[in-house]
């Protein structure tokens, strides 16, 4: 029970940081209908640049925790933003209206140029922090003792903030309401004097600075990154959106929560080294079996 | 004139343009070139690199004003029309290119350049084409993007290094053993999948591509798991081996034929081998794109519905372009493990199927000679070039990113009807298709 | 070229019966039974939204219908339940070929080729499932022989015989619907379901259709199923009208009656388009108005 408890809160917390990478697949393919393939990627910026802002932050001398944490926060969600807006910029607008596997193909290339990228820039050696938060509370003495971290709880905690938040723009402002808009027609949005392009650009941007958030929470959560781990994030991201139903942002964020439950209960349970075949093999039943997710909406084929 | 000044540059926009990129640049290249983690004693600590900041912001500042600049004079001279003029010529100059590569792929061994570095170099293009020419049945022709064709590859490889290892078969039997386990699971995964649309479609063949990785590495019994195989048997000329000293009551394929032993012969065997591998994909491919299930895949990719209204079965059609496409990846794998002599895990990740899904798609999707030459601008150019290396991947992401944008449909994408009632018009150079023209025309 | 023998008599070819397709709660055909007859073009109109493409989708098996019975009575096969076959398997088996409201061809690949596709089935048994083809035997040669002679007729019939080596792609839009109609043809069908096809041509080139759709119905004696919104093209070829409005049929009946009967001339009204309307039924409209206005 206790060994069960303890699975269930590293799950949660996992599964908070594939939601929020989720939203940005999510929302970007509600959008324009693409899968965004270098959201990885830019997850993984989110986390290098997380670190460094860390380690600068160190530098100069900035230790009150809460405050180098929102500093850090703040710089990586802009950061991160900018490479956002920019991968739209270079690599999807010009294919607007292309055949969609063009997109695609441009959205791999720019993932495998991306992980090249901080390769080449930072190194491909992987990158230690020091725990920054150390610490938590013992739910449960015991043989095996239920540790509830600080930072676990931080994690869940930025994810349901960041939640309604996000959900706020989306249902309140005007910006999300050009969002709705241009999920549901482009043209018609476009002739109703909606900027298109600024909407999908900010698309792009609302999902990176959550990608950002995202990365910033792994590098505190394992104190470890590289230039890799976009991939398989990326991948499982992905599989939670699609798990929740493409195009709905609750549904990234349980997706993501189904997700991270799913692997860290298969690994504490059957085997740690097929915990990536449980998430693949998930991607694909959903796909085959239920494409429209647990939250979506049904798609009518148009003949 | 009205309209012409209308045009004219006008210098505060493009400054202000080009200043906005800069600050673009600037913010990209702050946090991840300008400051570099480096390691320390005590964990990490930071490097600054303003130099490498100042750098790229300056040269982005300057490449979108030259880009305006080169807009503005593109624009006065009247959008591109070039582009058919090159297609044509292409199109006319192909078959002399066709027999040309082909010439100068046969005789490559006896030119006086081709040391050991060049025919290595000379067997890894050709194994990239081969796959490049299967996978272009699957994405290409049929339109069905995969993204595990990788899979199929590491299928024939691992089925020929345990067929030979553990039954003794001789490469000749393994050959053919692997392509068919190689099409069966292609069969096997394509049977649930390929009624998915196109990008749920590459995600799942990802997905199952990883999957096969993650067995071959875990599966320690069978395949030795991360270790890998080694001591795979190397394919023999006709029962010859290339070893030095013959066997007590026998040949070595050098004293067979009366040679001095050289170990360049065993490589000049293998570049052939994997040539004429390549060249008979290329043939089947080429032969059943005139046959209906071709047409069929074409015609899928066109537009699945009308083939549904045109009674063609859709799913039936594309598991044959699947199973077909990993059929070749099989005998392709094969050959890699014969040719290495040892296998693992590491040859087959994710990354080897995005290169051979961008050979077929830069080249031009469905386009042979496309094939061959994205082959040698992606996988020869690098090799030869060492001091690219380090950034071979970088550049290859760049490259899919910036054809895409230039030609999302490739580099050499046109196609020749697989049939045609009036014969071809005559072109410039007087170069007649006349084997298009076959069946239609009477 | 091939015409079909003459139909057995007694039931019509095509029998649409208690036909209603539900999307979620949205009704969008209900309860709607007609027939089509062999060697007849039979109509089926309404104003926009009225449910027409979805019978078509249904017919065609594009859709399942929720409820209802599809019968296609072939000359040749026997009796086929549309709605309970697999969508491929309906042009495929039953012989029943549509076209498509915004036109469907394959754009990359030339005209001759987009009609050999239609024959698809044949040439792949001739080609021995490809076995035989890819050994170049004799057989699939002669076969596709024949088949481009097939393509070759349609491709004179509708007018493009020298456009069939240029891609589909970069045809006229008129000669994309003709193409269409005749990649249809080439399946041979018995029942040729067309969605709109004098949409966007101009009145020469609808001159041109009608003829071709009489030809059709006469040298090729079979069912033609026709849904138009041009009346002049409705009403100088149909022999038969099935009037749908909201899902559901509202009138049926040869032209004459239809143009006359005063529920539809309703349905029509409470459409603001009055170039759709019948001419006759336009110029009462104005005539009414233009009394009104004076009284």
Redesign the interface.
Same mark, same amino acid.
């Given at each position: 029970m206790d060994y069960f408890l303890q699975q269930l809160i590293n799950g949660l917390t996992l599964g908070a940081i594939y939601g929020l990478i989720a939203i940005g697949y999510t929302m970007v393919y509600g959008i324009i209908g693409m899968i965004n393939f270098a959201h990885g990627e830019i997850y993984m910026i989110g986390a290098f640049i997380s670190l460094i802002a860390f380690l600068v932050l160190g530098i100069l001398g900035i230790t009150w925790l809460p405050l180098a944490l929102l500093i850090v926060l703040l710089a990586a969600m802009v950061f991160t933003a900018f490479y956002g807006w920019t991968l739209e910029r270079l690599a999807y607008r010009p294919l607007r209206g292309s055949p969609r596997l063009a997109a695609l193909i441009s959205a791999i290339g720019m993932s495998i140029f991306l992980q090249n990228y901080v390769q080449l820039l930072q190194g491909a050696r992987v990158k230690p922090l020091q725990p920054v938060i150390p610490g938590g509370i013992v739910l449960m003495e015991g043989t095996i003792s239920v540790r509830f971290n600080y930072i676990q709880m931080m994690i869940i905690a930025a994810t349901i903030v960041l939640m309604a938040i996000f959900s706020l723009i989306i249902a309140k402002t005007a910006m999300g309401r050009a969002q709705r808009a241009c999920q549901q027609d482009q043209t018609m949005s476009a002739l109703v004097g909606i900027n298109v392009d600024r909407t999908i650009s900010m698309t792009f941007v609302m999902g990176a600075a959550l990608a950002a958030v995202a990365g910033m929470m792994v590098t505190l959560y394992y104190g470890v990154i590289d230039f890799f781990i976009g991939f398989l994030a990326g991948i499982k991201a992905f599989t939670a959106a699609v798990v929740g139903g493409i195009g709905s942002l609750p549904g990234a964020m349980l997706g993501g929560l189904l997700i991270g439950l799913i692997e860290v209960f298969w690994s504490a349970y059957f085997t740690i080294e097929y915990k990536d075949v449980a998430a693949f093999s998930i991607l694909i039943l959903v796909l085959v079996f239920r494409p429209t997710g647990l939250m979506g909406k049904p798609e009518i084929e148009k003949v | 004139m009205a309209a012409a000044a209308e045009h004219r540059l006008d210098p505060v926009a493009a400054l202000k343009e080009a200043g906005l990129a800069g600050f673009?640049a600037l913010?990209?290249a702050?946090?991840?070139?300008g400051?570099?983690? &480096?390691?320390a004693p005590g %964990?990490?600590? *930071?490097n600054t690199r303003w130099d490498w900041v100042a750098i790229a912001v300056g040269s982005v500042f300057i490449g979108r004003l030259l880009l305006i600049l080169w807009r503005e004079r593109g624009r006065r001279r009247g959008g591109p029309t070039m582009d058919l003029g090159i297609a044509e010529t292409l199109r006319t100059a192909m078959p002399i290119l066709a027999a040309a590569g082909i010439a100068f792929a046969v005789l490559l061994p006896f030119l006086p350049f081709a040391d050991r570095r060049v025919l290595d170099i000379g067997i890894l293009v050709m194994t990239y084409i081969m796959l490049g020419w299967g996978l272009n049945i699957v994405v290409g022709l049929a339109?069905l993007?995969d993204?595990g064709y990788v899979a199929f590859y590491a299928v024939g490889a691992y089925s020929y290094a345990l067929l030979a290892i553990h039954f003794d078969l001789s490469f000749w039997l393994c050959l053919p053993l692997a392509g068919a386990l190689a099409a069966f699971f292609g069969y096997l995964l394509g049977f649930?999948?390929l009624r998915?649309r196109?990008?749920?479609l590459?995600?799942?063949t990802? %997905?199952?591509g990883? @999957?096969i990785r993650? *067995?071959l @590495?875990?599966w320690y019994d069978l395949t030795r798991g991360p270790d890998g195989i080694s001591g795979i048997p190397r394919p023999s000329f006709f029962g010859l081996d290339f070893a030095r000293s013959p066997p007590p009551d026998g040949h070595t394929f050098h004293t067979f034929f009366g040679l001095d032993f050289s170990p360049l012969h065993r490589i000049i065997f293998l570049y052939y081998l994997i040539l004429v591998l390549a060249l008979v994909t290329n043939a089947?491919t080429l032969? *059943?794109r005139r046959?209906? &299930?071709g047409?069929?895949w074409?015609?899928l990719r066109?537009?699945e @519905? !009308?083939?549904?209204?045109?009674?063609?079965?859709?799913r039936n059609t594309k598991l044959?372009a699947f199973t077909l496409g990993a059929m070749f990846a099989g005998f392709a794998g094969s050959f890699f493990a014969t040719r290495q002599g040892f296998i693992s895990p590491e040859s087959f990740t994710? @990354?080897e199927s !995005?290169i051979i &899904?961008?050979i077929v &798609?830069l080249g031009g999707m469905g386009s042979q000679i496309g094939v061959v030459v994205a082959t040698l601008v992606l996988i020869a150019g690098p090799e030869l070039i060492r001091e690219l290396q380090?950034?071979r991947?970088?550049a290859?992401? %760049?490259?899919?990113?910036m054809i895409?944008?230039w030609r999302?449909?490739g580099l050499l994408a046109f196609?020749d009807?697989?049939?045609?009632?009036?014969p071809?018009p005559r072109r410039r150079f007087g170069l007649g298709r006349g084997k298009a023209a076959e069946?239609?025309a009477? | 070229m091939n015409p079909r023998s003459e139909p057995l008599g007694g039931a019509p070819l095509l029998q649409v019966e208690h036909l209603t397709m539900r999307f979620g709660g949205l009704v969008a055909i209900g309860d709607v039974s007609f027939e089509a007859t062999d060697r007849k073009i039979t109509a089926i109109i309404g104003p926009n939204g009225a449910g027409k493409t979805t019978v078509f989708n249904c017919l065609t098996g594009f859709y399942k219908p929720t409820e209802g019975r599809l019968t296609l009575n072939h000359p040749h096969k026997g009796p086929f339940l549309l709605e309970r076959m697999e969508g491929f398997t309906i042009p495929q088996k039953a012989d029943v070929a549509r076209t498509f409201q915004n036109v469907r061809l394959f754009p990359a690949m030339s005209v001759l080729e987009n009609l050999i596709i239609a024959q698809h089935n044949v040439l792949m048994r001739a080609s021995g499932y490809t076995l035989w083809g890819l050994l170049g035997l004799k057989r699939f040669r002669q076969a596709e022989a024949g088949s481009v002679d097939l393509c070759r007729y349609w491709l004179d019939r509708v007018g493009l015989l020298d456009r069939a080596d240029d891609d589909a792609g970069n045809l006229a839009y008129g000669d994309q619907r003709r193409l269409e109609i005749a990649r249809a043809m080439c399946i041979r069908p018995v029942l040729l379901c067309l969605d709109e096809p004098a949409a966007g041509l101009n009145p020469r080139e609808s001159a041109e259709l009608n003829q071709l759709l009489l030809a059709i119905r006469d040298e090729h004696k079979i069912g033609i199923l026709l849904i138009e919104h041009d009346m002049s093209v409705v009403m100088g070829i149909s022999d038969y009208i099935v009037v749908l409005d909201y899902g559901r049929k509202i009138a049926e009946g040869v032209p004459e009656a239809i143009r006359n009967d005063p529920t539809v001339i309703k349905a029509y009204l409470g459409e603001a388009e009055e170039d759709e309307l019948p001419p006759e039924v336009a110029a009462d409209l104005a005539r009414e108005r233009a009394s009104q206005a004076e009284g």
């Open positions: - | 673009v913010m990209l702050v946090p991840l070139a400051l570099e983690t &480096v390691s %964990g990490l600590t *930071i339109g993007l993204l649930p999948v998915l196109g990008d749920y590459a995600i799942v990802l %997905g199952f990883e @999957i993650i *067995i @590495i875990n089947f032969r *059943i046959l209906p &299930v047409r069929a074409e015609a066109e537009d @519905i !009308a083939c549904r209204s045109l009674g063609i079965n859709p044959t994710f @990354i !995005a &899904v961008a &798609v380090e950034f991947m970088l290859f992401g %760049g490259l899919m990113v895409m944008v999302p449909r196609r009807p697989t049939v045609r009632l009036h071809p069946t239609g009477k | -």
